[in-house]
Nanobody
Framework: QVQPVESGGGLVQAGASLRLSCAAS????????MGWFRQAPGKEREFVAA?????????YYTDSVKGRFTISRDNAKNTVYLQMNSLKPEDTAVYYC?????????????????WGQGTQVTVSS
């Protein structure tokens, strides 16, 4: 299996937008649930958003990003995106992309098999 690769992080001011991308070079990308997690300094890695592998692409979000972040996927490109709008300083973290085929709660880190190296998102006030 090949590790997912994130891109799109950066330094922005509060209220700005960023779009993260994650490319996963797996043969059966459409079978993977794709998730985004983040880890701020001194804190545990936490769930941000996930999208199922079904055709309908059910989406899941942690409460703090609902209405601001949107996860989507393009199975033809083996890529998942995280559109982040109205960014806040508390969104500052390293964002990780993850892929998993194990059924279970999308917010559970243990249900993901492949992890990217992460991309830094910094939001200044």
């Amino acid at each position: 299996q090949v590790q997912p690769v994130e891109s799109g992080g950066g330094l922005v001011q509060a209220g700005a937008s960023l779009r993260l991308s994650c490319a996963a070079s797996v043969r059966t990308f459409s079978r993977y649930r794709m998730g985004w997690f983040r880890q701020a300094p001194g804190k545990e890695r936490e769930f941000v958003a996930a999208i199922s592998w079904t055709g309908g692409g059910n989406t899941y979000y942690t409460d703090s990003v609902k209405g601001r972040f949107t996860i989507s996927r393009d199975n033809a490109k083996n890529t998942v995106y995280l559109q982040m709008n109205s960014l806040k300083p508390e969104d500052t973290a390293v964002y990780y992309c993850a892929a998993g085929v194990v059924p279970g709660k999308p917010e559970n880190l243990k249900n993901y098999d492949l992890w990217g190296q992460g991309t830094q998102v910094t939001v200044s006030s």
